[in-house]
T-cell receptor, first 115, second 111 residues
Framework: DARVTQTPRHKVTEMGQEVTMRCQPILGHNTVFWYRQTMMQGLELLAYFRNRAPLDDSGMPKDRFSAEMPDATLATLKIQPSEPRDSAVYFC?????????????FGDGTRLSIL | QKEVEQNSGPLSVPEGAIASLNCTYSDRVSQSFFWYRQYSGKSPELIMSIYSNGDKEDGRFTAQLNKASQYVSLLIRDSQPSDSATYLCAVNAGGYNKLIFGAGTRLAVHP
């Protein structure tokens, strides 16, 4: 059963440290999405890629967040420097938009705590 | 600002009853609609998709779409305690299957 794989599953670190989250999309999927979920804000779209090219990162704080897709099997989301307000669950999702009507499939998420 | 609105709940229904979850959206050009279920501490899981006006049934789940009213709903028949979760409505927001998610409705099915 194909799945989106995210690592690490949990991360606890002190403020100011760099955090890197990784995502392996489902093989063959060409769109990758990064979301952040908190109780207060719900599910927020941070950035997304199609065929490895960034299409929209308007949801991402540019000064400290960066998203890349170095190859078709790996997407990364980095926070540098991290702050306590970045504590959230970060989800990666992938999809294959044959005609724009395809759903996204989510990974298990990275639960991030910044102390 | 494209929006997807859901009642946050909790929606409490007895076991065996029909649970009705509702969602409205603002973007008239949206063409595809999805329902995701999210258990506490877990990731969203796709349970239904609907693209045309009318009803679509899958087991105990029925999705209903009314594009004229910009309204999509999810009915869960014979609700079970295992259906207790947050249900997220998602609407396609343009190309490349970018989705806009509602805040979710928390469903509680009590024995």
């Amino acid at each position: 059963d194909a799945r989106v794989t995210q690592t690490p599953r949990h991360k606890v670190t002190e403020m100011g440290q760099e955090v890197t989250m990784r995502c392996q999309p489902i093989l063959g999927h060409n769109t990758v999405f990064w979301y952040r979920q908190t109780m207060m804000q719900g599910l927020e779209l941070l950035a997304y890629f199609r065929n490895r090219a960034p299409l929209d990162d308007s949801g991402m704080p540019k000064d400290r967040f960066s998203a890349e897709m170095p190859d078709a099997t790996l997407a990364t989301l980095k926070i540098q420097p991290s702050e306590p307000r970045d504590s959230a669950v970060y989800f990666c999702a992938s999809g294959l938009p044959r005609d724009g009507n395809q759903p996204q499939h989510f990974g298990d998420g990275t639960r991030l705590s910044i102390l | 600002q494209k929006e997807v609105e859901q009642n946050s709940g909790p929606l409490s229904v007895p076991e065996g009853a029909i649970a009705s979850l509702n969602c409205t959206y603002s973007d008239r050009v949206s063409q595809s609609f999805f329902w995701y279920r999210q258990y506490s501490g877990k990731s969203p899981e796709l349970i239904m998709s609907i693209y045309s006006n009318g009803d679509k049934e899958d087991g105990r789940f029925t999705a209903q779409l009314n594009k004229a009213s910009q309204y999509v709903s999810l009915l869960i028949r014979d609700s079970q305690p295992s259906d207790s979760a947050t249900y997220l409505c998602a609407v396609n927001a343009g190309g490349y299957n970018k989705l806009i998610f509602g805040a979710g409705t928390r469903l509680a099915v009590h024995p």
